[in-house]
């Protein structure tokens, strides 16, 4: 929202310097963006008469002027434009002058001529033919001025550019700020001055409305209030200077008297209006309905759109003249021969609106005021005002009478003003005639404790929404801070403190952390070769996702992680280790999908199967996990299907480690590169609750290396399972400690190496105890899986 | 014999002075003390004494012994002196060759401030509450006073994942606020971190996801000045207890009074520069007192009880923190950006 300081002192008078109206109406919640200064774009810039001007001598095109600028002496310039003539008022740009966009002009000499200086054309002063319509466009065509100056007169003034433009970030509950008066009423209570708003007053020229025109609501659950006024004997002309330089300033583009008129009431009240040609309305009549099924209209943009029975129009007897609060029809538009005008001045309901303009892909300067929410008392004055400014600019002559249809009359909002409960809810000591005084200010009506609250305020429905009224022309930084007495009893859950450990139990295996997105796309999963009918394809599915790579809440972490580890093999790092503890959206359940926590590790550079399953392994040790084993698998399409593990506690499948299958490293352009998906939930689960202290051993252990020869496709995990069970109760320890094939065994056949820990806790063990176990084991290893002692 | 003990004695100490080695003191120790040494040798001699000499050289001939003894020990004891500092000399590094590497993972930087804003929380007697991030509309909308006709709730600012706008992306972590009213009774005291979406293209300042923190107290008498206060600590703690707050109003559907806190440029410390576009503040909090239809929303009586909440942007706490300029990096996860941290 951008705004004239000048407008707004139409309506209260505060002469804060820019920097303090800044931080003040910043302080009491409009928040300014940035002031920008518009005489502090042109400098030394001033009005001139030309006194005298001749041919430069050896040019065919350059004329040298002597020019009265209000000092002892003319000054001389040189210029190549063809329009000057004696006497003529032009802009001169003076040695050391700014021009806007940062131009310096500093005297110098133009074929050997001295020229102390620049005559202005519009385009140098940034104004156009929309500011000054009797002006010469074009780079060659010096502004020959038609104002009331004098030489010497500083241009800022003039043109215009002596204003403060003020940008406001309105917030979406104050439809009533995006207007100057909604600015100025802020303003004044936040400077404690006077506010003025004069009512609009229109002459009338006789006549009557109602025998030229009917307006009918047929909806009026989505037409609130219909409010019209006609002008005959249109002139359409340019608007007024000052007119035009308001609108500029707000950002608007002046086009002709009628239209800059409508607009500068949507900017001055807030209300945005319309203006229909009387003559293309057929029957005389204006009809507030919702669109028939298949009916189309061309919008003043020129272009055909598709309407659909939610939508609503304004219509005449025949034909639809335009979308409601959204933009008006090509077939009713006001052009140079109309000879009377409908001003419309409507409540629409915000909700329809906002679906139509959304719908049509067209958000206008009207519909995104409707949308919020507009006050239903302010068609008739914002009508009003279009009508004092047409006659003031004598743009036409407004016929009697009004039309003001509307269905419900409004019912103002009333509260209670309890300053006791006011001050609890802010832990203020605030006066209630502060309170009063403020509320007063703002509009309410305060009356023995009853506030009434004002139609342009329909966010306020609550006490606390008066406190914070109150609370922000009380100060909030005058609210002396204090601190809750309370209970304490916070901290983290299991969980949480479980994550902690996994999350730093990774960084100390050398592992750091990413985040990725949440969302991937169907070429993620392609990628990873999720094979097509793969029920984790099956996700959440976001319907207006911003591309196709970003439209589905991913069920596998694994791409998000190849993802972070092709761009590091992009930066040429040699090495990486990841870790994120990513999030998977789980199909829909019920309604919304499960979401887990999954623990991915990524790897490549000097890295193998077993570091990352070692990592694994010390992960899951240290977290406490129960029966932990390994098992090959060779299902998983995106893992090497001779190099991949399934990770199980007991029975229950946490996940998966192993080396990333070729080709899926291949999609990502990285080499040979290792990854593992832990459940996190799961693991917790399988974890063992409390640490249990175990005596230290009384007795002294004995060990027993074996090695043992067998077929190349026993386990280490066959051996290792086969030697605990036939150990005995004294086998405390098995540890492979090497595999071997090679020359020294048969071929076909591999060694392996165990060391063996055996103890007791009631004696020190014998060579015969060990030697005992160490029998039985050999012989089970035999007959189990023809393993021999080597 | 006694001129040939004396004798021995100086030759004994001569020959221990140039010995330079332990097995040249052994055979010392063997030719002079040894039962085949020269002491003995002397020691036999004796028999040709007489009664008055035999104690006298006895006594001579065992203090030699003793002194000889004692001479080899002091010798021993200065070889090995010699060896271990021969030894040390040797084996002595260039230290300034580097030690050997250990290689630890680092946390991404906005974990390292989410934990440490968690740590600050935690003991202000706060608890940590989790969500759904595929939300319901009615948590993350209805139930936070979000009117139907918010922007927040366009197609162009909301990822949906149903066609009737009943579950999306959740914006905000705030209806896990909800969720945790609805579950507990007060006095509550939580905090809400977690990843939010909305419908941004990727810049140096926008993330389609990005994390909040979002907090929430309730009890009887909570004010807004408690708000203050408790915000007040916060930054404190983040940016030191000189840094300076900028309470300014605001609004958002869920809270009233509403508020946004800046707190001083932590760059330039309020005078002015680029990052804080030369205000010399920078926006960092959103927040208000509950709203109490929210409350009563939730099951709560806003009769009895009140409260506030706040959010905060991690992305943002995180680079203002570390000075990083392009929101980007922090999702690019490339190990020459996370290893500084």
Known sequence: ???????????????????????????????????????????????????????????????????DVGQDEPVQIVTGAQNVRENDMVPVALHKSTLPGGTKITKGKIRG?????????????????????????????????QEECNPGDDIRPIIGADDSIVEFEITSNRPDCLSVIGLARESAVTFGTELNIPEPVVKGSGGDINELLSIEIKDPELCLRYTGRMIKNIKIEPSPKWMRQRLRAAGVRPINNIVDITNYVMLEYGQPMHAFDYACLDGGKIIVRTATKGETM??????????????????????????????????SEVTEDTQYVVFESANFKGVS??????????????????????????????????????????????????????????????????????NKLLGTSIDESFMVQTLTKLGFDVVDGVVTVPSWRRDIEHFSDLAEEIARFYGYDVIEPTLHEGSADGGFTPKQIAERNVTSLCRALSYSEICTYSFVGQSDYDSIELPKDSPLRKGVTILNPLGEDTSIMRTTSLPSMMGALMRNWGHRNQVARLYEMATVYMGIGEKLPEERPILTLGAYGHCDFFEIKGACETILREMRVKEVRFAAEQNDPSYHPGRSAAVFSGETKLGIVGQVHPTVAKHFGVGEAYAAQIDLLKLLDCAAQERVYVPLPRFPAITRDIAVVCGMDVTAADLTNGIFKSGGKLLRDVKLFDVYTGDRVQAGKKSMAFSLTLRSDEQTLTDEHADEALKNILLALETQFGAVIR | ?????????????????????????????????????????????????????????????????????????????????????????????????????????????????????????????????????????????????????????????????????????????????????????????????????????????????????????????????????????LVHKLYGDKTKTRFRPHHFPFTEPSCEVDVQCVVCGGSGCRTCKQSGWLELLGAGVVHPKVLAGCGIDPEVYSGFAFGIGLERMTMLRYGIDDMRLLFENDLRFLSQF
């Not at chain 2, 969500?131 to 139930?143: A, M, R, T």
């Not at chain 2, 977690?194 to 004010?223: C, N, W």
């Open chain 1, 353 to 422: 609106i906002r679906k139509t303009a959304g719908a049509l892909g067209m958000r206008t300067d009207a519909s995104s005021k409707f949308e919020k929410g507009l006050d239903v008392e302010n068609t008739l004055p914002a009508v009003q005002r279009a009508c004092q400014l047409v006659e003031l600019l004598g743009a036409g002559i407004v016929i009697d009478g009004i039309i003001d249809i509307r269905e419900t009359p409004f019912k103002p909002t009333k509260l209670n003003l309890d300053a006791q409960k006011i």
């Open chain 1, 1 to 67: 929202m951008f705004i004239s300081r000048k407008w707004l002192s139409d309506f209260t008078n505060i002469t804060a310097s820019s920097q303090e109206y800044e931080d003040a109406m910043t302080m009491s919640g409009s928040k300014v963006e940035a002031t920008v200064e518009l005489s502090e774009e042109i400098q030394k810039v001033v009005v001139g008469r030309v006194l005298e001007i001749e041919r430069v001598p050896d040019s065919d095109h350059l004329w040298v002027c002597r020019i």
């Open chain 2, 1 to 233: 014999m006694k001129e040939n003990l004396e004798q021995l004695r100086a030759m004994a100490l001569d020959a221990l002075n140039h010995a330079h080695s332990s097995a040249e003191l052994e055979s010392l120790r063997v030719k002079f003390l040894g039962k085949k040494g020269e002491i003995t040798a002397i020691l036999r001699q004796m028999g040709s004494l007489s009664e008055t000499e035999r104690p006298i050289i006895g006594q001579l001939a065992n203090e030699v012994r003793a002194v000889i003894e004692e001479a080899i020990a002091d010798k021993v004891r200065q070889l090995e002196a010699n060896n271990l500092s021969e030894r040390l000399i040797s084996e002595a590094l260039d230290v300034t060759i580097p030690g050997k590497e250990f290689l630890i993972g680092r946390r991404h930087p906005m974990t390292i401030v989410l934990d440490e804003a968690k740590d600050i929380f935690i003991g202000m007697g706060f608890n940590i509450a989790e969500g759904p991030e595929v939300e319901l509309s009615l948590y993350d909308f209805d139930k936070l006073n979000i009117p139907t006709t918010h922007p927040a709730r366009e197609w162009t600012d909301t990822f949906y994942i149903e066609a009737d706008e009943s579950v999306h992306l959740r914006c905000q972590t705030s209806p896990v606020q909800v969720r945790v009213m609805e579950n507990q009774k007060p006095p509550i005291r939580v905090i809400s971190p977690g990843r939010v979406y909305r419908k941004d293209e990727v810049d140096a300042s926008h993330s389609p996801m990005f994390h909040q923190i979002e907090g929430l107290v309730i009890d009887k008498g909570v004010t807004m000045a408690d708000l203050k206060g408790t915000l007040n600590l």
């Open chain 1, 113 to 145: 001529v001295k020229s102390e200086g620049m005559l202005c054309s519009t385009i140098e002063l940034n104004v156009d033919k929309s500011d000054f319509p009797y002006a010469t466009t074009g780079e060659e065509g010096i502004f020959i001025l």
């Open chain 1, 298 to 331: 061309n919008t003043l943009d020129g272009v055909t759109r598709a309407l659909t029975t939610d939508m609503l129009l304004i219509a005449d007897a025949k034909k639809p003249v335009g979308i409601a609060g959204v933009m008006g029809g090509e077939n």
